[in-house]
Antibody, heavy 117, light 107 residues
Framework: QVQLVESGGGVVQPGRSLRLSCAASGFAFNSYAMHWVRQAPGKGLEWVAVISYDGSNSYYADSVKGRFTISRDNSKNTLYVQMNSLRVEDTAVYYC??????????WGRGTLVTVSS | DIQMTQSPSSLSASVGDRVTITCRASQGISNYLAWFQQKPGKAPKSLIYAASNLQSGVPSKFSGSGSGTDFTLTISSLQPEDFATYYCQQYNNYPLTFGGGTKVEIK
């Protein structure tokens, strides 16, 4: 059974940092490019970042570039995102997703990050 | 960045109706277009990749078409479980971008 379980969300003050994790099981994690996608309250989906299957390449949305860092540990089947200099507008549910765009794509249930003073 | 524009932003339909949602890219993206379904309070679910290919387990009432800049998602006979918000996403270029979503509501 495929599972992607995000953790690490919570309430944080503007300017502070937070690290989210996503634990994967039930599929070949080390074969998948992994993404973070977020959704602000009442808003649509926003793509955040992607990391290649082996961690050698990563890309970011302009809104988080220079502040967020995506990483992965294939030995632990875990995806991460380090979020620095958080802003109020980073408040959202953060989803991790394994997307190959080839028939078997997977999504986690999300973790809520609230940036507020 | 490639802008993805969905229309309509919302629609009301009855059970059994045929529904079509349109997605337009600001530049050509070949067929690098995916569709997702999201129900309230739930994670997105992948429906279609490469514009017209169903994800594993997705029923054949869903279909996608298009190439270049214009794409459609069609639900052939709307069922109660299909009432949700649908998003398109281009994966031709980084940064990846989603459309604004189409909320399908019960008439």
């Amino acid at each position: 059974q495929v599972q992607l379980v995000e953790s690490g969300g919570g309430v944080v003050q503007p300017g502070r940092s937070l690290r989210l994790s996503c634990a994967a099981s039930g599929f070949a994690f080390n074969s998948y490019a992994m993404h973070w996608v977020r959704q602000a309250p009442g808003k649509g989906l926003e793509w955040v970042a992607v990391i290649s299957y082996d961690g050698s390449n990563s890309y970011y949305a302009d809104s988080v570039k220079g502040r967020f860092t995506i990483s992965r540990d294939n030995s632990k089947n875990t995806l991460y995102v380090q979020m620095n200099s958080l802003r109020v507008e980073d408040t959202a549910v953060y989803y991790c997703a394994g997307l190959l765009y080839s028939g078997h794509d997977y999504w986690g249930r999300g973790t809520l990050v609230t940036v507020s003073s | 960045d490639i802008q993805m524009t969905q229309s309509p932003s919302s629609l009301s339909a009855s059970v059994g109706d045929r529904v079509t949602i349109t997605c337009r890219a600001s530049q050509g993206i070949s067929n690098y277009l995916a569709w997702f379904q999201q129900k309230p309070g739930k994670a997105p679910k992948s429906l279609i990749y490469a514009a017209s290919n169903l994800q594993s387990g997705v029923p054949s009432k869903f279909s996608g078409s298009g190439s270049g800049t214009d794409f459609t998602l069609t639900i052939s006979s709307l069922q109660p479980e299909d009432f949700a918000t649908y998003y398109c996403q281009q994966y031709n270029n980084y940064p990846l971008t989603f459309g604004g979503g189409t909320k399908v509501e019960i008439k």
